[in-house]
T-cell receptor, first 113, second 114 residues
């Protein structure tokens, strides 16, 4: 599986934007970029995913570099509820052995009031 | 839509007993994935099932662990003769297909082996 690299931890102030980076220099052409987050004592929660173009949904935005070797998850206005571990995951399209998500260690986001 | 339902939420077993963890996927989802999260560690894939079929069990320990997803009813993760090292949070996720949809995870079952 192509590997992703994320900072271990980040801090943000409440009500400010947060940019969570992810490097994936060995990404292949068929890899989708997925983001999940895990709040304390809960299961992971899907946030967003994309292939090449930037993506927006009600939770966040995903900015994908033109060469696709990196991406950034953007929370437009952090709240205390956004404090979680954020995982950046590559998932290949249509390959049997890569149907499952492979979680790394993620980025622990702390939101300061 | 109640989401992915896992039960029990907490399970305590003595060493040597059996643990049965249940997962009901979201309505309309026929693909189920089980993950394990050991204390202070990341999520590790265990097994991927579709109705009545195991598609990928590459993450399952070879002994004592089994999973099923019958035509009717929830998916079951079964751990026989539990040991202390099995203590972990077990999460189930579901998706409507194996294409690139997001997974919906349940809240997990926290197994404690005493």
């Amino acid at each position: 599986d192509a590997k992703t690299t994320q900072p271990n931890s980040m801090e943000s102030n409440e009500e400010e934007p947060v940019h969570l980076p992810c490097n994936h220099s060995t990404i292949s052409g068929t890899d989708y970029i997925h983001w999940y987050r895990q709040l304390p004592s809960q299961g992971p929660e899907y946030v967003i995913h994309g292939l090449t173009s930037n993506v927006n949904n009600r939770m966040a935005s995903l900015a994908i570099a033109e060469d696709r070797k990196s991406s950034t998850l953007i929370l437009h206005r952090a709240t205390l509820r956004d404090a979680a571990v954020y995982y950046c995951i590559l998932r290949a399209w249509g390959s049997g052995s890569a149907r499952q998500l492979t979680f790394g260690s993620g980025t622990q986001l702390t939101v300061l009031p | 839509n109640a989401g992915v339902m896992q039960n029990p939420r907490h399970l305590v077993r003595r060493r040597g007993q059996e643990a049965r963890l249940r997962c009901s996927p979201m309505k309309g989802h026929s693909h189920v994935y089980w993950y394990r999260q050991l204390p202070e560690e990341g999520l590790k894939f265990m097994v991927y099932l579709q109705k009545e079929n195991i598609i990928d069990e590459s993450g399952m320990p070879k002994e004592r662990f089994s999973a099923e997803f019958p035509k009717e009813g929830p998916s079951i993760l079964r751990i026989q003769q539990v040991v202390r090292g099995d203590s972990a949070a077990y999460f189930c996720a579901s998706s409507p297909s194996d294409r690139n949809y997001g997974y919906t995870f349940g809240s997990g079952t926290r197994l404690t082996v005493v």
